[in-house]
Every structure is written in C-alpha cells, then in structure tokens.
C-alpha cells in the first residue's frame, strides 16, 4: 500500500528569504517540493532555482560514494573506495601534516552552500574539530563582510527593519538590491505598500526585473551609492526636514556629518553617480516629506573597494529623517544581527592558543605563502574554483602537489576536480538542521525527509568520524544533531522565549520573540554611546576603483546574481543551464560601437588577471561604462573553463577584508581580437 507524508524544511541557501518548505514523501522517496503556506514570509512560494531541487537531489551526476583521486590534480579522475579507506587516509595525511607543520597549516575552507546552524555556515560546522587540531581560522568574508562592519559602525549591528514592516513604508528604496530575483518573498510587502500609495525607486547600476516593476530608476555608477545618500541628505537639509529632536536624543556625530552632507550637492553628486541633478533633487524632495522611508540594501552594494563605508553611510538616512521612530522606516540589510544565536565552536579545545586566520577571498595570496604555507585545504559547502576572486591564480594554487585538498560535495564541481579525496555530502532533505533567514524574523526547523542516498553523510557525522578516526576524545565533537541544536538555543536571550526544538520541530517555524510589528532601536543603538553614530570628517565616502579608469581598461564590471543560478548552485542543473543560456556580457549601445562590435557576437571580455569568452548583448539596461555579465556559471562547463570569476581582482574592500566583485576595470574585443583596447 502507498504510504505518503508531508515533512516540514527549510531552504538551506544563501538567500535572504529562507524558505519554510513541505517535503511530500512517497514510500520513502521525495516526489514533490512546495512552499509552506502557513508560514507568513514563504506564503506558499519557492523560486524559479528551489522549484527543481527535488529533481535536483536526484541528478544522475551526483556524488554518492566516497571517492581517491586517480589522475593528475584537475583531470577530475577518481576511483571509489570506502569510507574506511578514505578516513584512514585522511587522519594518516591530518596527522604527518600538524607533526610536521602544526595545525595552523590546515585550512578548512567552509562556504555558504548551507547556511544552516548545525550543517553549515552561521554555526561553524566542523569548527570544534578544527579547533582540536589547532587548524587555522576561516574568514569567511565572501558575502556581506564589508556591510556588516559599517553598519555595525552605524548602528552597532548589521540588523535593521523587520522587512515585513515595508508593507507600511510610504516611501522604498531598493538600493543595490534586485528583489524579484535574489529574495522574492519581499515584493508581496511592497505590493501591499504601494497599494496604499507608496512609492518605489529602484537605486542599481543595472535596470533589473526588479526595476522594470518600480515606480522610479535611477542607474548609479557603481561604487558610488554613497555619494548619492549624502546628495539626498543635501536636500533633505535644503528642505529643514531633517529631524532636529531624534538627532539631538539619538544620534552623535552631526554637526561634522552635516559638514560632510554640504559638499554634496546635487550638481556634484550627479557629475559622480552618473544620475541627472533634476532626479536626484525629486527623490531627495520626496525623501525629505516621505514618513515612512524604507530602505533596502543588500549585499550586491558593498562588494566594491568603499562597500562598507556605502552602507554605513546610507544607514545614517534615518537617523537624519528619523525613520527609526516608525515602523516601516530604516534600513534593511540583514536581519541576522537580531538573532541570539552564537555556537560554541570550543576555543578552549585549540591545543596551543590563537591561530592565524585565513581570509576566504584571499584563497590565491593563501595558497602561495610558503613562509608558513597551507597543507592541507578542506572544502566543504564551497566552490571556490567557481565562485573565488583571481580564478586563474587559484587554478595554479589548487594544482600544487604538495597540497592535500579533501573536497566534501554533492556534486562534481571545478573544486571537485582539484581534490585528492572527494566525500559525499548530504542534501536538505537528508539531515537535520536549524536555520534562520537573514531577511526575516524566523527561526526554521529541518527534518530529514528522506534517508541519504548512496553513502552519503552530513557535514556533522562526517567530522564525528573523523574525529573518532583521530583518536580525539573531548566529548563535545560527539554531540549529535539534537544536541548540537538546544546547545543553540539555550542562551537564554528574550528573543528565544519559548522557542524550542521540540516546538520547532512539530511547528517547522518560530518567529522570533520580537514585537509585531519590530521597531529596532526604540531602545537605543547597540552602539558604544548607545546613539547611532554618523560618520565623521572624510569618513562617508570611498572612492571605488572603477571610477579612475586610466588604464587600458575602461569598463566597470559588474557580476550579479543569474535568476536562474544560486552562486554557482544549480550551475549544473540541465534545465535551469538551458534558460540561463551560456556566458553572456551586456553593453550600452554607445560602448558597442566605440568597440565596433554588434548584438550577438563572440567577444572576448580581458584585463591583466584573464579572459572571457561570451556573447554580446548590447543593451539600454547598463549605462555607457558599465558591463554586466551574471555570475554563476561553472567554469568547466564555459568556453575556455572560466567563468567571470578570472577578472576579479584579489582585493579587499574598505572593511572586513569584503570582497570587490564590482569594483574591476575590462575592455572588450572580438573573440579573435586584440588583447588591449584601441
């Protein structure tokens, strides 16, 4: 007799919404996949990439035994072997390499492949065993680091308005951000607010899905938001709306921030952002007369060199407005700031103190330090091949003899390739896990649907064998998944009251003890002086790279987010490979024919880190010196085995070590053109 059920998860990827989902399981096998309508942020939805994931979990290329490389680093030549054999290897290889080198040569390299507490990026997953070995520490910088650290300078968190709360903005900015598609769940509360009259602007270097549906868009040079903030505050100012009580109860730092805000007036702002000085006055009118005002920023924004000085300075709007005091008006980046949950990733467990940390974006200049050279890479939930900065320096680092790299994955990706042991990793709909959106207020439950197929083990089960392969004996690397998730949840915080595993578990979600709606700071900031900190003397902005184009290369690049891609998730997915087409670089018609070239051609996109091969679109959805070619893609699965990655510079942002991935200069050639522009 057919026996079906319905088990309540969680999306586990890097996107803001966190999807509650319904695994419907038929004689123990998942058959469908929907979004939970009961709970208030999903409503029922997924995205055009989670849609396929049951399709996915069964692709024909999946990784489902453990597997010794056979052939030269990079061929992507393994043989099977056991899980005994691939254990008794790696604690062979973990233990000869912390004798002769100590742990600090080991680097686990964990990415945002799951963002969940107990398999994966917000809990450290691994970190206790690392610990143990003395390993060195993981900067895991690649998303929302340059962000994070201004608005902490800001506001003392990177936590913000509770995004359901745009439902009563009167006013919405989407600054950098293109909501249909990196976090659709967020446009049924616009909606609601534009049904009573709120009015939408669309802030991007790009004119997005996002954009064609806003009331209002404004295409800024990329890098250059904050001058753009400053140049609204200048009206707002020339307006006497801002907010003299809140800035004299609330704030700190104004007089020498409204010094900063006067050397921005439109006419200069427009001349640096590329926007027209008769719009920038109309929003900055608008701003100044709008209560609520609702801003949403998110990561695309602060991944240029003054990212994070972009952030901190557009989160002092409010505090000049006073958007703090209402609901539906602030900021919105990440609500991650607002969850009390911390792991106990053990430090005590290090065997000889503080470790070295090793910035992800950085995996090239890491890779080549041979004063204190890495020996063993450990990758799990990444795919750095395809989604690191430099892609052609890390190539050359991955080839090194003398680096043991262990790859734990699901599918045979780039990275995969580079590994000498490849271990298969369960997906969502195999382990346990507790997650929490950072672009809502909820906790999420995941119960396992399914049993894993193959031999396929979760990132938790993995490191206890290993552990118990290592003779390491402190109990706590032996916690099981249950465990692991009320040690989280025990910390006391008022935001936790009443939320419990059992609870979570027979309900799938739990909103956060937060009022509805949540007004941040009403309380104060989480600041030293407890006031929302302006930024002072020549602090609100940072010029980007890509604004002084002296060089040979002209063009400022910009990779967002594929519809059809998560990071380089799905990259393989046939279905999902086909409506993405292949690479592809969008130009403004005036950058076309300076170039003489024509809609559809090959063309080769270059500076002095590589070259990629794509088709030509040319385009009124960029603005002359901006190119825009999505991320994602796999490179072996590209033209010439690159993808956008190869022209990324290996550089940091103004903060946090953030990453630049649109703050690079290129030029454009036929495919069989020269390599330097005319």
């Known amino acids: 007799m057919t026996r079906e059920l319905n088990v309540l998860g969680a999306c586990p990827l890097d996107c803001p919404d966190t999807c509650s989902w319904v695994v419907t399981v038929r004689d123990g096998e998942a058959v469908r996949l929907r979004g939970n309508p009961d709970q208030p942020y999903t409503k029922g939805a997924l995205c055009v990439k989670v849609n396929r994931y049951v399709e996915h979990t069964k692709a024909a290329d999946r990784i489902l035994y453990p597997m010794r490389r056979v052939g030269p680093k990079g061929a992507g030549r393994f043989e099977r072997v056991t899980w005994d054999e691939a254990l008794d290897e790696i604690a062979e290889r973990l233990t000869a390499i912390v004798g002769e080198h100590g742990g600090e040569a080991i680097w686990p390299y964990q990415g945002t492949g799951t963002l969940g507490y107990i398999q994966g990026e917000t809990g450290q997953a691994g970190r206790r065993l690392w610990n143990a070995l003395g390993a060195s520490f993981h900067d895991l910088n690649i998303c929302s680091r340059a962000g994070n650290t201004g608005l902490r300078m800001t506001n003392g968190t990177p936590g913000g308005m509770d995004p359901e709360t745009f439902a009563l903005s009167r006013l919405i900015l989407l600054w950098g951000t293109n909501t249909l598609t990196s976090g659709h769940h967020l446009w049924k509360f616009i909606q609601r607010a534009r049904a009573d009259g709120a009015h939408v602007v669309a802030i991007d270097p790009v004119r997005t899905r996002t954009a064609d549906q806003c009331d209002e868009h404004l295409a800024i040079r990329p890098g250059t938001d904050a001058v753009l903030a400053l140049a609204l505050l200048h009206v707002v100012l020339d307006e006497g709306a801002q907010d003299e009580e809140y800035l004299e109860r609330h704030t700190r730092g104004w007089a020498d921030f409204e010094e900063e805000i006067r050397r921005y007036p439109p006419h200069v702002a427009a001349d640096v952002t590329g926007i027209p000085e008769k719009a920038i006055r109309a929003l900055g009118v608008r701003l100044a007369h709008t209560r609520p005002t609702g801003i949403r920023a998110t990561m695309g924004l602060q991944r240029h060199r003054g990212g994070g000085t972009a952030l901190r300075t557009i989160a002092a709007i409010p505090g000049v407005t006073g958007d703090w005091r209402h609901p539906g008006g602030g900021v919105s980046y990440s609500t991650s700031g607002h969850v009390p949950i911390q792991a106990d990733t053990r430090l005590d467990l290090l065997p000889a103190g503080p470790v070295r940390s090793l910035t992800m974006t950085r995996l090239a200049e890491g890779l080549e330090d041979t004063a204190n050279p890495v020996k063993c890479l450990w990758v799990y939930a990444a795919n750095p091949m395809g989604s690191t900065s430099d892609q052609n320096r890390v190539r050359r680092g991955l080839l090194r003899d003398d680096l043991f790299t262990v790859v734990m994955e699901q599918f045979p990706t780039d990275t995969v390739d580079h590994a000498d042991i490849v271990l298969p990793a369960t997906m969502q709909f195999e382990h346990t896990d507790l997650h929490a959106g950072y672009g809502h207020m909820y906790l999420m439950w995941n119960e396992p649907a399914v049993p894993p197929p193959g031999e396929c083990l979760s990132t938790t089960e993995t490191f206890r064998r290993l552990a118990r392969r290592l003779g390491l004996t402190d109990p706590s690397l032996y916690d099981s998944d249950l465990e692991i998730a009320r040690q989280l949840l025990s910390g006391g915080h008022p935001y936790l009251e009443g939320v419990t595993v059992e609870r979570l578990r027979a309900e799938g979600w739990v909103r956060l003890n937060v009022p509805d709606p949540f007004v941040p700071f009403s309380g104060g900031f989480p600041t030293a002086s407890g006031r929302l900190e302006f930024p002072g003397p020549g602090e609100a902005y940072v010029e980007p790279f890509t604004v002084r184009a002296a060089g040979p290369y002209k063009l400022a690049m910009i990779t967002p987010a594929s519809h059809t891609f998560l990071n380089t998730i799905f990259g393989n997915n046939p279905e999902l ?42 385009s009124d959805r960029v603005a002359p010196g901006v190119v825009m070619t999505p991320k994602g893609h796999w490179p072996k699965l590209s033209p010439g085995g690159v993808n956008a990655n190869v022209l990324v510079d290996e550089r940091d942002a103004d903060m946090g070590r953030g990453a630049v991935y649109h703050d690079n200069l290129v030029e454009i050639a036929p495919l069989d053109g020269p390599t330097a522009s005319a």
């Open 577 to 618: 490979a086909r409506r993405a087409g292949g690479p592809k670089v969008v130009v403004s018609e005036k950058d076309a024919a300076d170039r003489g070239l024509r809609d559809g051609q090959s063309v080769r996109v270059f500076n002095d880190n590589g070259e990629l091969a794509a088709e030509l679109e040319i």
